[in-house]
């Protein structure tokens, strides 16, 4: 995503206005969670309209549209994003910015790539800063990274919808095998090749953040490098990649360089499983809640009071929240809970953000959109929430 302008609460009533340009379909999910309703946008149409004299239709040229957002159809597997809005007055406070179209129509539109649209938002609070930064900046939207090698060489690249970036080049020059002594050295070459591999994706990939991890090689480079990688992260105890085991992904492909990584991700046969692995550590985030749920080890809750409180007391290790919760259409619910998560964040909590669009993101908002992984067991949490004086939680 593109960002044309931004002028933060100086313009029309203390809106923050915002000129943004959409590149791909990454980019409408950011749009669709950052226009609200009631939000006013700017864009371009063309503009059907009936003449008084003929009662014909008839087609302006692209027309500038000022409109209130009413409400909004979103289906991201076809890239699809509508809006539904009225048309209101521009600055002046009589017409529409295109004199063409009357104040008060009711009009619809889709979002179409490399058009601009400004955004003109009362509220532009932290979730919608972010989320701007994550979409203009392609990096922060990989959660996807993959290994491609082959004999002495690996790439260790980050994946975004539109594009492989590589993040870092691992080259050795092997000996040739000509001799018992020549294998030797081979081996002990290519064992200094996988560390030095394991030791540059320790380097550029963050565990936190990112959801699979795809290895992919001719012959048996991969799986060898997997087996190596646990290897060293058990001697290092390096428990970050040890418990995400999971999210590792062996593939067979032609070659060790870049092309390797298209050829996965186009082959029919790797498809279900990246899609379901794609997102696995969410799940695993939510098992793992579900587990001390159903164990009542009081290490896990869910629930708005119970949340508040938990945080009340700096015991929240994990949070689990819903992309809808921190959309809500409710500002003032809105912003306490950005509160929230900037104050879990400040007692070296971790925030996880569960979409909606996904299964574990369902169940979660079926409990209420809140659950919690505590530092610590804190029994009859509930009973001290419900408790507490209304003044002493900051509930939402």
């Given at each position: 995503?593109?960002?044309?302008?931004?002028?933060?609460?100086?313009?029309?009533?203390?809106?923050?206005?915002?000129?943004?340009?959409?590149?791909?379909k990454e980019d409408l999910f950011a749009m669709y969670?950052?226009?609200?309703?009631?939000?006013?946008?700017?864009?371009?149409?063309?503009?059907?309209?009936?003449?008084?004299?003929?009662?014909?239709?008839?087609?302006?040229?692209?027309?500038?549209?000022?409109?209130?957002?009413?409400?909004?159809?979103?289906?991201?597997?076809?890239?699809?994003?509508?809006?539904?809005?009225?048309?209101?007055?521009?600055?002046?406070?009589?017409?529409?910015?295109?004199?063409?179209?009357?104040?008060?129509?009711?009009?619809?539109?889709?979002?179409?790539?490399?058009?601009?649209?400004?955004?003109?938002?009362?509220?532009?609070?932290?979730?919608?800063?972010?989320?701007?930064?994550?979409?203009?900046?392609?990096?922060?939207?990989?959660?996807?990274?993959?290994?491609?090698?082959?004999?002495?060489?690996?790439?260790?690249?980050?994946?975004?919808?539109?594009?492989?970036?590589?993040?870092?080049?691992?080259?050795?020059?092997?000996?040739?095998?000509?001799?018992?002594?020549?294998?030797?050295?081979?081996?002990?070459?290519?064992?200094?090749?996988?560390?030095?591999?394991?030791?540059?994706?320790?380097?550029?990939?963050?565990?936190?953040?990112?959801?699979?991890?795809?290895?992919?090689?001719?012959?048996?480079?991969?799986?060898?490098?997997?087996?190596?990688?646990?290897?060293?992260?058990?001697?290092?105890?390096?428990?970050?990649?040890?418990?995400?085991?999971?999210?590792?992904?062996?593939?067979?492909?032609?070659?060790?360089?870049?092309?390797?990584?298209?050829?996965?991700?186009?082959?029919?046969?790797?498809?279900?499983?990246?899609?379901?692995?794609?997102?696995?550590?969410?799940?695993?985030?939510?098992?793992?809640?579900?587990?001390?749920?159903?164990?009542?080890?009081?290490?896990?809750?869910?629930?708005?009071?119970?949340?508040?409180?938990?945080?009340?007391?700096?015991?929240?290790?994990?949070?689990?929240?819903?992309?809808?919760?921190?959309?809500?259409?409710?500002?003032?619910?809105?912003?306490?809970?950005?509160?929230?998560?900037?104050?879990?964040?400040?007692?070296?909590?971790?925030?996880?953000?569960?979409?909606?669009?996904?299964?574990?993101?369902?169940?979660?908002?079926?409990?209420?959109?809140?659950?919690?992984?505590?530092?610590?067991?804190?029994?009859?949490?509930?009973?001290?929430?419900?408790?507490?004086?209304?003044?002493?939680?900051?509930?939402?």
């Open positions: 995503m593109k960002v044309v302008s931004i002028d933060k609460g100086k313009s029309e009533r203390g809106r923050t206005v915002l000129t943004i340009v959409p590149e791909d969670q950052i226009i609200d309703i009631g939000d006013v946008v700017i864009f371009k149409k063309l503009y059907t309209n009936k003449s008084e004299d003929t009662n014909k239709k008839t087609v302006t040229d692209l027309a500038r549209i000022k409109l209130k957002i009413l409400n909004r159809e979103f289906d991201i597997k076809d890239e699809y994003l509508r809006y539904k809005g009225i048309s209101c007055p521009d600055e002046s406070g009589t017409e529409n910015i295109d004199s063409e179209v009357p104040i008060g129509k009711y009009i619809s539109f889709s979002i179409v790539y490399n058009h601009p649209i400004t955004i003109y938002k009362s509220h532009f609070n932290k979730y919608a800063e972010q989320l701007l930064a994550e979409a203009c900046e392609p990096e922060s939207q990989a959660d996807t990274a993959a290994v491609v090698l082959q004999e002495g060489i690996s790439h260790i690249c980050l994946l975004t919808a539109s594009s492989t970036i590589l993040k870092q080049k691992v080259e050795f020059s092997m000996p040739k095998k000509k001799n018992a002594k020549d294998v030797e050295k081979f081996e002990a070459k290519m064992e200094k090749f996988y560390r030095a591999t394991y030791d540059a994706i320790v380097k550029q990939l963050d565990f936190d953040q990112i959801r699979m991890v795809i290895i992919c090689s001719p012959g048996f480079y991969a799986k060898t490098l997997l087996t190596n990688i646990m290897k060293y992260a058990s001697q290092d105890q390096n428990d970050l990649i040890l418990k995400n085991e999971a999210i590792f992904v062996v593939a067979h492909c032609s070659t060790g360089y870049l092309q390797g990584i298209s050829e996965v991700l186009k082959n029919p046969e790797y498809a279900s499983l990246l899609e379901d692995t794609k997102f696995v550590k969410e799940a695993l985030i939510f098992d793992d809640f579900l587990e001390h749920i159903e164990t009542e080890d009081d290490k896990a809750w869910y629930g708005k009071t119970e949340i508040y409180k938990a945080a009340e007391m700096e015991a929240i290790d994990t949070l689990l929240i819903t992309s809808n919760t921190l959309r809500s259409d409710d500002i003032a619910e809105r912003e306490k809970n950005m509160d929230l998560i900037e104050q879990i964040k400040a007692q070296n909590g971790k925030v996880i953000v569960f979409s909606n669009f996904r299964d574990s993101g369902v169940e979660l908002q079926h409990i209420g959109g809140f659950a919690c992984l505590l530092k610590y067991p804190v029994p009859d949490l509930d009973d001290l929430a419900n408790d507490a004086p209304p003044d002493t939680l900051i509930t939402a």
